[in-house]
């Protein structure tokens, strides 16, 4: 369990980003993880004042604040809607409905945890996250940036017409993924992600070689074998490793039949004439 | 800190340390029922209502409550106790620890969706643990309290036949 000497309720993001220059403040997203270490902290910074918790439709993106719960997420229409139900496959796995109704989306991202489930599935989307100081970064970038100590506001994800799916395995329900995955197109364009590896989630392809690949295969059997062929050549180019859960040879199986899984969902979209 | 807030509808003022937790500050207030299961966030034992919504109260300082509505098993006996009916009905319970989490998050869910199917009750309370039954008899109660409690809700099959149910 973790100690706070002070707690501030700010009442603006320039307060917020102030105080977190200290090394020993901390800014205190839901605070489920946090809750698992023993950091002392000079001053836990609450955000929660500021009106961030709310997700907002516009013609072009889904901008969530850094304080809405992975619950409202996961139960938004409009984004389960446009994603296909992408965010409550996401999402809906974690530990149990209180947990989510704490947890907070900015405390995933920004922590970028191996295990997060929203960093993987947001990874395969148009996303930007918004910081105080730094701007617009896009997530791709983002995910592999060391911690600093700015702060995370906004997440932008982009409504271009991208088509998405999420997979992940869990040893038992509730517990952290084994593996997940993202996939989604645009165009031509098809991506891939590949988290709890157990480390962060990376990009493991984002081109049009699926497309060719499929547009050579028409045939129904054919198209099978050639996205099986496909995910196993994606697998092969990501770097597992192994904890508790499973080995990265596991690891690497999984995310073959993960991507397999979330190719032909995103197919299926595309079929239904969604295009 | 100075805090002011609702604890099942009544008004509470205190001076409390930052790093208080809202399950510590509410058991020091003589709300028993909330309980420390797991230590490890994820057990549901703790679960209480803030603002209507459930949260486990092991993960949330009790400053955050401030100026917002909590809500304890003690807060909502009645309804607790027709559903606990149905639970004893099924035998459900064997330490009845975890009841009071449990039982949070059932009305919590019969609240919220409206004739929910097998899968999602059991994802909606997947988050609450009980390691001495194996939640059959749990899901029974369920089935025959929401049953009971709505209108042309059925969800076990015709003709199947629950036993004890009231």
């Known amino acids: 369990m973790y100690t706070i000497q002070g707690y501030e309720k700010v009442k603006s993001l320039e307060e917020a980003y102030e105080l977190n220059q200290k090394k020993s403040s901390a800014v205190f997203g839901g605070g489920m993880w946090l809750r698992l270490g023993n950091r002392a902290i000079g001053k836990a910074i609450d955000l929660s004042d500021l009106g961030l918790d709310k997700i907002e439709e516009t013609e072009e993106a889904f901008i969530i604040g850094c304080m809405t719960s992975l619950r409202d997420i996961e139960c938004h229409e409009g984004m389960n809607r446009y994603f296909h139900g992408m965010m409550k496959e996401t999402l809906r796995g974690i530990v149990g409905t209180q947990f989510r109704n704490t947890a907070t989306l900015g405390g995933s991202l920004y922590q970028r945890f191996g295990f997060s489930d929203p960093l993987t599935a947001f990874l395969a989307l148009d996303t930007t996250i918004e910081m105080y100081a730094g701007g617009r970064i896009p997530l791709d970038e983002f995910v592999s940036m060391d911690y600093d100590r700015d702060i995370l506001v906004r997440v932008h994800v982009k409504k271009n017409g991208r088509k998405a799916a999420y997979q992940s395995f869990r040893n038992t329900k509730t517990d952290f993924p084994v593996l997940s995955v993202g996939v989604s197109r645009l165009d031509s364009q098809w991506k891939i992600t590949v988290g709890a590896r157990p480390a962060r989630a990376v990009v493991a392809e984002n081109s049009g070689k699926l497309s060719e690949i499929l547009s050579e295969n028409l045939m129904k059997e054919a198209s099978e074998a050639a996205i099986r062929q496909f995910a196993s050549a994606v697998s092969e180019k990501v770097r597992f490793g192994s904890n508790m859960r499973a080995s990265s040879e596991y690891r690497r199986i999984l995310s073959e039949i993960l991507i397999y899984r979330a190719v032909r969902d995103v197919l299926s979209q595309s079929e239904e004439g969604k295009m | ?166």
């Not at chain 2, 009305?107 to 001495?132: F, H, V």
């Not at chain 2, 899901?139 to 149910?165: C, D, M, P, S, W």
């Open chain 2, 1 to 166: 800190m100075k805090i002011k807030l609702w604890i099942n509808n009544k008004v509470y003022e205190d001076h409390v340390e930052p790093d208080t937790m809202l399950l510590d500050y509410l058991r020091e207030k003589g709300f028993k029922s909330v309980k420390c299961g797991c230590d490890t966030t994820n057990c549901g034992v703790c679960t209480v209502y803030l603002d209507g919504k459930t949260v486990l109260s092991c993960s949330v300082p009790v400053v955050r409550a401030d100026g917002h509505r909590v809500t304890t098993l003690e807060g909502v006996a009645k309804e607790a106790e027709e559903f606990a009916r149905f639970m004893a009905a099924q035998g459900a319970e064997q330490c009845g620890y975890c009841s009071p989490g449990f039982i949070m998050n059932v009305l919590a869910m019969a609240k919220e969706l409206k004739k929910p199917t097998e899968q999602e009750i059991k994802e909606y309370l997947a988050g609450n643990l009980c390691r001495c039954t194996g939640y059959e008899g749990q899901y029974r109660a369920i089935r025959n309290y929401l049953g009971a409690t709505r209108a042309n809700y059925q969800l076990f099959e015709k003709g199947e036949v629950i036993e004890g149910v009231r």
